[in-house]
Structures are given as structure tokens and as C-alpha cells.
């Protein structure tokens, strides 16, 4: 994993993990929310077959966590990998609540393009 770059493409909605060479190996696809408060909110992981099992996705969820603590944000997640990974560490992924999460599925229910 020590040879994983992972940078965040905000215009493009997307933690990217990268390899040595900077081909893109995995990412998280996820949208900004403002109210009721500021948040990332990742709506889906994708690690490519031949990286799968190398902690890609793990390290890609951390990234995601700390970016939006460095910013004051939230992070509401509505990815199925980041909720799981959220909930085997607590202590790195503090829970949204319920208002949040609620506004960021109705978010994305008004954006289906965001997917």
C-alpha cells in the first residue's frame, strides 16, 4: 500500500488512489452539502479488480474522514463500503446524525446524476 498516492479531485466529486505510475486504482465518488451543515457525503467505492484485497478502499475511506475533519466538515455517508468501514472505527469516523444523513439521501434523490 506504501506506493498509493490518494489525492482529492473536488471539482470532479472524487478521492483518488493512485499508483506509482498514477494510474487510477480505486476512488470514492462523493458530493459537498452545505445544510443543515457542511458534510462530504460518499455516495460509492470503486477499486479496481486487480487492486482488490490491498487495503485500497480502507486507506481511501481514512483520507476521506481526515480531509473533512481538516475542513470542519461532516462526513454523511451513503456508500455502503464507507458506512461498514465508519462502523469498524469509531474512533476515526464520528457518526452523522440523523438530520444530515436525511438531507444528503434527499440531496441525491434530487440529483440522480450525482450516483
Partial sequence: MSDIHIRDD?????????????????HIA???LDAPEAAL????TIV????????????????LYA????????????????VSWAARHPDEAPPASPELLGAAKLWL?????AR
Fill in 10 to 26: 473536488r471539482e470532479a466529486g472524487r478521492l483518488e488512489a493512485l499508483d506509482a505510475g498514477g494510474e487510477l486504482v480505486g
Fill in 30 to 32: 462523493y458530493f459537498t
Fill in 41 to 44: 457525503v460518499p455516495v460509492h
Fill in 48 to 63: 479496481e479488480p486487480a487492486h482488490e484485497g490491498q487495503g485500497i478502499a480502507g486507506s481511501l475511506a481514512r483520507e
Fill in 67 to 82: 480531509v473533512a475533519a481538516r475542513e470542519g466538515k461532516q462526513v454523511a455517508p451513503l456508500c455502503p463500503y464507507v
Fill in 109 to 113: 434523490k434530487e440529483h440522480p446524476e
